[in-house]
């Protein structure tokens, strides 16, 4: 008898599709944010003009125009291709760096390769990264790098999400060895990021010492994956771990002693272009925004995406201008209050408080 067609694909597909529609859901439900417990001081003089105000910024070996991107999503299914394709527009035409979500389902059925592959297509030229789990090995990486030609590539740690995943894995105990072996044997940077439970600087000092030089901290605060896959179903109920992890600005505060060795990038909570500048302010290269960009395309479209974007850039310089900040640099300088449960935060994990409100005296 001729064996029955596996389901496994299907499986993925739907899973991909469910990904979407709860991560969607989630974006109206964030009232409170801890980037609301970050105060920017207020000086009264600025000495600058608008058009000194300088939004670039490096990292991954490349110079970058705008300092937030369009951060690993989807991908695997229909509606992931329809999706990627807006996305790629939007990425081409701003001159955004754009991530795709895990192409561990391009490795595995070549079905849904195009899924995938529609970024590069729709934006030639631009700086994409690629973007696998850490359970890969180096040769499946350099796999995911060639299909989509990356210029960079993510490799994404998400072992709360796994537990949660009925479907996850539960064996870990390779990936830090196949970390270090990406970073060596790749043809493109290596950056590794969290998906949203943040990060601590003993993390980061592991990642430092495989040979990562660009970390995505990623906490907290965006879309939470340990509830899409409680809501997914399984045999346990982990409701109660739905608040797991650090959130963005603690992971931030974590990377503070390790910033002149590694490159930080921010993704996780990131509302809208204030809380990017308060991000960019405690040391991130960039910010990464996955939900917003989500939500923009699918329920408006990209033309009115796009306007969204050159409403961002024009915000954050002004917002620059404000704080008499010319650059990425001068931002990360200038005097910053904590309130609240941050503050304490930073009490308990002894980030200097006085550091950082006092940061424009020590230039």
Not at 195 to 209: E, I, K
Not at 338 to 353: E, F, I, K
Request: charged share 20%.
């Amino acid at each position: 008898m001729k064996p029955l067609p596996s389901q496994e694909p299907a499986k993925a597909q739907q899973r991909k599709d469910d990904h979407i529609q709860l991560g969607l859901a989630q974006q109206g439900d964030r009232d409170w944010n801890p980037f609301d417990e970050i105060r920017f001081l207020h000086h009264s003089f600025s000495n600058l003009r608008l058009d000194q105000v300088d939004l670039s910024t490096q990292w991954a070996g490349h110079h970058h125009r705008l300092p937030f991107y369009i951060n690993g999503m989807t991908g695997g299914s229909d509606q992931a291709k329809t999706i990627n394709s807006r996305l790629a527009q939007v990425a081409k035409e701003a001159g955004l760096a754009m991530g795709v979500g895990s192409l561990s389902a391009a490795l595995h059925d070549p079905l849904v390769r195009e899924t995938y592959t529609i970024i590069r297509q729709m934006n030639p030229h631009g700086f994409i990264l690629a973007n696998l789990g850490a359970h890969h090995s180096w040769q499946n990486a350099q796999k995911a790098i060639d299909l989509i030609q990356a210029d960079a590539i993510q490799i994404h740690l998400n072992t709360p999400q796994e537990i949660a995943m009925p479907e996850g894995d539960r064996n870990f105990e390779t990936w830090k060895e196949n970390i270090a072996e990406m970073v060596t044997q790749l043809s493109v940077p290596v950056i590794v990021k969290e998906v949203g439970f943040g990060m601590t600087a003993d993390t980061l000092q592991a990642l430092l010492d495989l040979g990562v030089q660009t970390v995505d901290i990623s906490g907290r605060g965006g879309t939470n994956f340990i509830a899409i896959e409680n809501q997914r179903g399984g045999r346990l109920d982990l409701a109660s771990l739905q608040h797991w992890g650090q959130t963005t600005p603690e992971s931030l505060l974590e990377s503070l002693p390790l910033q002149g060795r590694l490159e930080i990038l921010a993704s996780g909570g990131i509302r809208n272009f204030y809380d990017l500048v308060k991000a960019l302010a405690l040391g991130a290269r960039a910010g990464g925004l996955a939900g917003f960009f989500l939500q923009s395309v699918l329920e408006d479209g990209v033309a009115a995406t796009l306007d969204r974007v050159e409403e961002w850039q024009e915000a954050i310089q002004l917002l620059m201008l404000l704080l008499g900040c010319r650059n990425l640099k001068d931002l990360r300088e200038t005097d910053l209050v904590l309130t609240g449960s941050l503050r304490d935060w930073a009490q308990d994990r002894q980030v200097s408080l006085v550091n950082l409100a006092h940061r424009s005296r020590q230039k």
